[in-house]
């Protein structure tokens, strides 16, 4: 089986836009790979006017608020940097179990990978000392278009993320058994190429 | 034959994911465009602990109760073959029309989808186990409907969805459906604003299942904002009866009354079916704002209404015989007749090999376990909805933007409107569901002073005092002052102003303005009372009729200032500037409440000033708004 991977589009966002990005983008994955009984929940982002889908599962939100804070904690250390998430699903294969080597190994079989381009801060405050005469702040309209740049920019990363689940599916493996809501075992890491170029 | 017979279960089985995968297509499409149809805000904290059906767990996607309006898609789409395309429309005002007026509705087509099971000319050979296959199949139908699912949510006319189903303002649009297995192709001018866009199909042996949509890329093109009409106002002083009926009609004035999208409330009787459509339903109802005329009602009746369907057949392609558990006749007519034959549920079937994919149901021999169900969830809705909903040519939700909407009602003047009750009193009265308890206890209060007093001839409710309930303390009475063509006067008073009425419990106040629904225990007791202020109202009888409806509202509100207290309180209002303030029309019974602050009075004269503007706005005069 082979391993699909997909690369979303890159995204320029500010620090405070990290979190909300992620989760709509992560579980908008998530919701198309978790196969299992799922009572979709509708979620308006706060920042943005987009509305994604979460399969209503705590514990699915939970972990992945979790690894949203390791990677802004990653991020704040490394300034600057382009940076990157990565959701893989694997499958769960026993190797032949011997004595002393239970080796479980992971088959990949989908990654993707959501780029951020983190811009800076200090953009947005100069804007505003320069300006405070201005009744109309410049640098506000130019947050508003930034804004708006940034909604269209998720907008088609969650088209590409429906256009990538719809065309690739014959990798997909069997849904797995289980009760309620069921997701193919996977996890978010961050590349190991961005964290050695710290 | 052999070969035809081992077909068979295969085939049983693919006719049933096809089948069940256009009815959740069209569940996931009316559900995220169509306000009306929402059966309950699913706010998305449901755990997937409460109940789900069995139905609603097919491609393993819970979507809640199904509107009704799906029940009609087991019994119209036999035809698996058939293109389902589902409309969405956007009913809004027209361009030129700049204010809302009847058959000024204009119907823009902001989206079609289409979901088919395609079936090809030519059956290219079965490589590999058929139930492998549908297992394939279903697999990646759950993961198209998913995204199906998301996509709904990202394309322009959710956001106007959202704007419907989720602001507790109206606005001067709807949007509506209409579903059949064809449609009129778009003009050119209208493909050119939009896009079209297709998920990959899913292979489903031996045809494929596609869903393909075209949309309108941007609605900024119409406009669409609030409702301009006079916006519902909480009347913060709103003093009711406590067992007053709730406000039943709303009817439309030339400015548009309320653009709230009506559910589907199969209150209208339907068209009649038109051959060359046998197979389209559509949701006609929408505001009365908008023309009768310009419904696309098409085919059948709305959805709502089950069975018995009016549908013709006057050729259908029969892929069922007659051994079909369905509830309807048998197609005469197999036009495809070389080529899928045995498109038969099997008497017996198993679940084979898909007890890991959590179907459930499993292909059973009955085509959708849960349509009779819901056709008989359905009927006690109708009959709900019938014994709600007032005899008014204009039904509305009994939603809470239409709490406390004034508005005239001329169409009937016995027809009590109300605020609706109080969630206690609706508890305790039994009888305030029903809105004649209102007009026969009205008829029960005029022959009671029949005797006493002159009747008046165009204002009904003038000068009768009712009982107020003197052990309700949910503080809801309701003022009426109604004939034909005059508008009603709601006196609201929230429950914050509860100790407001603590003070009043123990006097048997009439109040000349409710109406109804008063305990007639209560009534009883304060027949004295009423005896006493007899005198007053024969002796100052309403000039009706001749005057204006302010005027003779004016008059009341003299008589009850200048009745004797009914508590000896010299700071009552009887202030000059009061009354001077009053004449404009504005009624108040203040005067009868005391003790009482004077900051409260004015603050009663201020919503009451207030009523009287928008009242005066609703008929179309033009008044200076004093305060926004």
Request: glycine letters at 4%; a neutral charge; charged letters at 25%.
């Amino acid at each position: 089986m082979n391993c699909e991977v997909c690369q979303l589009k890159d995204l320029e966002v500010e620090h405070f836009e990290i979190r909300e990005v992620l989760r709509c983008i992560l579980h908008t994955i998530v919701f198309h790979r978790a196969l299992g009984l799922v009572r979709p929940k509708d979620v308006d982002l706060e920042l943005f006017d987009v509305t994604y889908v979460q399969c209503g599962d705590v514990e699915l939100e939970k972990k992945i608020d979790e690894k949203i804070e390791h990677f802004i904690s990653w991020v704040e250390k490394h300034p600057n940097k382009k940076s990157q998430i990565c959701l893989s699903f694997y499958e769960v294969k026993n190797k032949q179990p011997y004595w002393f080597t239970n080796k479980i190994e992971r088959l990949y079989w989908e990654q993707w990978y959501i780029n951020l381009n983190v811009a800076q801060h200090p953009k947005a405050h100069s804007s505003k000392s320069h300006n405070s005469k201005v009744v109309v702040d410049p640098g506000e309209e130019e947050r508003i278009a930034r804004r708006a740049a940034v909604e269209a920019s998720l907008r088609e990363v969650l088209f590409q993320i429906i256009k990538f689940v719809n065309e690739k599916k014959d990798h997909v493996p069997p849904i797995p058994n289980g009760d309620g809501v069921v997701y193919f075992p996977h996890e978010i890491t961050i590349p190991r190429k961005f964290l050695s170029s710290s | 034959m052999d070969l035809q017979s081992n077909l068979q279960p295969e085939l049983g089985k693919l006719e049933q994911i096809v089948s069940q995968f256009l009815l959740k297509s069209l569940h996931i499409i009316l559900d995220s465009r169509v306000p009306s149809l929402r059966p309950h805000d699913r706010s998305g904290d449901l755990s997937l602990g409460s109940q789900v059906r069995k139905s609603d767990k097919w491609f393993n996607l819970v979507l809640g109760d199904r509107p009704a309006a799906l029940d009609n898609l087991n019994f119209w789409h036999r035809n698996v073959m058939d293109p389902m395309i589902i409309d969405v429309i956007l009913v809004h005002q027209g361009s030129n029309s700049p204010s809302v007026a009847l058959g000024g509705s204009v119907e823009t087509v902001i989206e079609r989808w289409v979901v088919q099971y395609e079936y090809p000319r030519v059956v290219a050979a079965q490589t590999g186990e058929s139930s492998a296959i549908h297992k394939k199949t279903y697999k990646k139908s759950i993961i198209l409907l998913r995204a199906l699912y998301s996509q709904m949510r990202l394309l322009p006319a959710y956001r106007i969805f959202r704007q419907l189903s989720t602001s507790s303002r109206t606005y001067n649009f709807d949007i509506i459906y209409k579903v059949s297995s064809f449609s009129d192709p778009f003009s050119r001018a209208e493909e050119g604003m939009m896009e079209e866009y297709s998920f990959p199909p899913v292979e489903a042996y031996p045809g494929r299942l596609c869903i393909s949509v075209t949309y309108r890329t941007t609605l900024s093109d119409f406009n669409l904002e609030p409702s301009t009409s006079m916006t519902p106002k909480i009347i913060t002083d709103y003093v009711g009866s406590p067992n007053t009926d709730p406000l039943r009609s709303f009817p439309s004035s030339g400015k548009g009354v309320s653009a709230t999208s009506f559910p589907l409330r199969g209150v209208q009787a339907p068209a009649p079916v038109p051959l060359q459509r046998p197979h389209s339903w559509t949701s006609g109802f929408h505001r009365a704002a908008f023309s009768a005329q310009n419904q696309p009602f098409v085919g059948s009746p709305p959805a709502y209404y089950p069975s018995p369907m009016p549908y013709d057949y006057p050729s259908p392609p029969a892929y069922y015989p007659s051994s079909m558990p369905y509830d309807y006749p048998t197609p005469p007519t197999d036009i495809h007749g070389n080529r899928v034959q045995h498109y038969r549920v099997p008497t017996h079937q198993k679940a084979i090999g898909y007890d890991d994919y959590q179907l459930s149901p499993p292909f059973s021999p009955s085509p959708s376990p849960s349509s009779p169900s819901y056709i008989s969830n359905a009927y006690p809705m109708q009959t709900r909805v019938r014994s709600e909903t007032a005899p008014v040519s204009i039904p509305l939700p009994m939603t809470s933007r239409n709490f406390r909407y004034l508005s005239p009602n001329s169409s009937d003047p016995n027809r009590s409107s109300l605020p609706p009750l109080s969630p206690r009193s609706r508890k305790t009265d039994p009888s305030s569901q029903e809105s004649p308890s209102g007009i026969t206890y009205f008829r029960k209060i005029e022959s009671l002073r029949s005797g006493e007093m002159q009747p008046v001839t165009a204002n009904h409710y003038t000068g009768q005092k009712v009982t107020r309930d003197s052990k309700d303390d949910s503080g809801r009475f309701s003022g009426l002052l109604s004939s034909s063509g005059s508008p009603r006067i709601g006196f609201s008073r929230s429950s914050s102003r509860l100790s407001f009425q603590d003070e009043l419990d123990d006097i048997d106040f009439t109040y000349p303005f409710d109406v109804d629904d008063v305990d007639t225990s209560d009534f009883h007791a304060s027949q004295n009372l009423e005896g006493k202020k007899a005198s007053e109202f024969t002796s100052q009888s309403l000039p009706i009729g001749r005057k204006s409806q302010d005027a003779a509202v004016g008059e009341l509100v003299r008589m009850l200032r200048t009745a004797p207290p009914l508590r000896q309180d010299p700071s009552c209002y009887s202030s000059h500037s009061m009354k001077t303030e009053l004449e404009g029309g504005v009624a108040t019974a203040s005067g009868f409440f005391m003790p009482r602050k004077t900051v409260d009075a004015l603050e009663e004269l201020r919503s009451f000033r207030e009523m009287k503007e928008l009242l005066l706005s609703k008929s179309g005069r033009v008044i200076s708004k004093e305060e926004a």
